[in-house]
């Protein structure tokens, strides 16, 4: 069974930096695309970031790019995201994502997490 | 880039059919065939039902299918029953490499 655990979240001032972390078990980690999808409580969702399992593919969405930083450890079967500079706009649940194939574009959310709350207040 | 556009709100009684429509551009519902639908019910983390526009996961009921002509993709669920009542985004690839949610809609089962 495919099990995605995020952890990290939490309150942080505006400015400061938290990173996210998601253990993945029940699956080969390295044969898949890695996402990070994130949903005010109460709002849409909005896709954040994603990489691939190996090949270096790594996109982020605009208002994220040179702030945020995502990366894996297949070893630890662990993704990450480093959050900097974040603001209050940055507050949200952040879902960890498992696509359903190995590189794109044909890129899909297969398998969610239960998500980790980060709070920037104002 | 803007989000999809989605209806905020649909609704039908059982059985009936709805279609909820999601407005892109000629950067990507227009470009590409990776558009995917999500389900998602209060409290829960979405689910794919839907794929490659047209293509529903395994488990995932008959009764949805999705479409595409142009810029826009659409979602058809047939003979409504009371466990479809959620909110449902779309989302597809963009030419920037990104992937792009619409605002998701929210479906009332009368």
């Known amino acids: 069974e495919v099990q995605l655990v995020e952890s990290g979240g939490g309150v942080v001032h505006p400015g400061g930096s938290l990173r996210l972390s998601c253990a993945a078990s029940?699956?080969?980690?390295?044969?898949?695309?890695m996402h990070w999808v994130r949903q005010v409580p109460g709002k849409g969702l909005e896709w954040v970031s994603l990489?691939?399992?190996?090949?270096?593919?790594?996109s982020y969405e605009d208002s994220v790019k040179g702030r945020f930083t995502i990366s894996r450890d297949n070893s630890k079967t662990t993704l990450y995201l480093q959050m900097n500079s974040l603001r209050p706009e940055d507050s949200a649940l952040y879902y960890c994502?498992?696509?359903?194939?190995?590189?794109?574009?044909?890129?899909?959310?297969?398998?969610w997490g239960q998500g980790t709350l980060v709070t920037v207040p104002s | 880039q803007s989000a999809l556009t989605q209806p905020a709100s649909v609704s039908g009684s059982p059985g009936q059919s709805i279609t909820i429509s999601c407005t892109g551009t000629?950067?990507?519902?227009?470009?590409?065939?990776?558009v995917s639908w999500y389900q998602q019910h209060p409290g829960k983390a979405p689910k794919l039902i839907m794929f490659?526009?047209?293509t529903r996961p395994s488990g995932v009921s008959s009764r949805f299918s999705g479409s595409r002509s142009g810029t826009t993709a659409s979602l058809t669920i047939s003979g409504l029953q009371a466990e479809d009542e959620a909110v449902y985004y779309c989302?597809?690839?963009?030419?920037?490499?990104?992937?792009?949610f619409g605002g998701g809609t929210k479906l009332t089962v009368l």
């Open positions: 994502v498992r696509d359903k194939y190995s590189y794109g574009p044909r890129y899909y959310f297969d398998h």
């Open positions: 029940g699956f080969t980690f390295d044969d898949y695309v």
């Open positions: 990489i691939a399992g190996v090949g270096g593919v790594i």
């Open positions: 000629s950067s990507d519902i227009g470009a590409y065939t990776y």
């Open positions: 490659d526009v047209t």
């Open positions: 989302n597809s690839y963009t030419r920037q490499g990104t992937l792009i």
